[in-house]
């Protein structure tokens, strides 16, 4: 755990993490699927997670030729049944003692998701004893920045860096500048910056970003992600059941006690 030591800022992806959103994706889901005799199957949500929006929706869509939905009138569909539900969905465990802990400590956090900024909103307002701590650190796929930059959804690790500097910005000044993005020739300085940063995902893209990004990942995935042959596909640092597994002293950060 010695690299470990080292971490002094957070970045939390939200959806299947920090609030249990996947359970509504995967009923909605079902819910349109059933009306044409057809049901998603765990191993076609796990190449759904961590998607951008219309490419988990044409990913999905190619696994039922036959059904009649357009890519749009699926996401049009969805997105009306799923904002009945987003004011009522509710926190994963361990996610409101460790952020208001982390949020006690000054240490620095970000959420950093794919959710368009409008879902983020629906999602959390109702939880912002936890969401309220974030303040301005909260970055969406749909933000001004990410859409100018090609919107490069996970994988990439457009998303943790854009998160990273403008949470260090804001709490250590130009000092904590992470760097540009991945393909950028980035300096030894950056590097250890980025190194010092870990990140918590439940989807395989959102582990692969996180490393891509040069940051620590503890993936938390959803039992039914373990089930399918997953080993190779990441690079986590540790896999935690859930967060209330998470031990803050082992990455040098303060202990809850």
């Not at 620095?108 to 303040?135: C, W, Y």
Request: proline fraction near 5%; aromatic fraction near 8%; charged fraction near 30%.
């Amino acid at each position: 755990m010695a690299a470990q030591k080292r971490i002094s800022y957070v970045l939390f992806d939200m959806d299947g993490l920090m609030i249990d959103s996947e359970r509504v994706y995967t009923d909605v889901t079902n819910e349109i699927l059933t009306r044409f005799g057809a049901e998603m199957t765990w191993d076609m949500k796990a190449g759904l997670m961590g998607k951008p929006e219309r490419e988990a929706a044409a990913h999905l869509l190619s696994f039922f030729p036959d059904i009649p939905l357009t890519i749009d009138d699926y996401l049009r569909e969805r997105n009306e049944l799923q904002d009945e539900r987003w004011p009522h969905v509710q926190l994963l465990p361990g996610v409101r003692r460790l952020v208001q802990h982390l949020h006690a400590h000054s240490i620095p956090m970000a959420i950093a998701t794919g959710s368009r900024r409008r879902n983020l909103e629906m999602k959390t307002a109702h939880l912002q004893d936890v969401f309220g701590l974030f303040g301005e650190n909260v970055v969406c796929g749909d933000d001004t920045w990410i859409t100018e930059h090609g919107g490069r959804g996970k994988p990439f690790p457009d998303v943790f860096l854009v998160a990273a500097r403008a949470t260090l910005r804001r709490a250590v000044g130009e000092k904590g500048v992470v760097g540009e993005l991945e393909g950028d020739l980035v300096g030894e300085e950056h590097r250890l910056e980025r190194a010092r940063g870990l990140v918590f995902e439940d989807a395989i893209p959102g582990v692969q970003a996180g490393k891509r990004a040069g940051m620590h990942v503890a993936w938390v995935p959803d039992p039914n992600l373990l089930k399918l042959e997953t080993q190779g596909l990441h690079e986590a640092d540790r896999v935690l059941r859930s967060l209330e597994e998470f031990i803050p002293e082992e990455w040098g950060l303060p202990s809850y006690t």
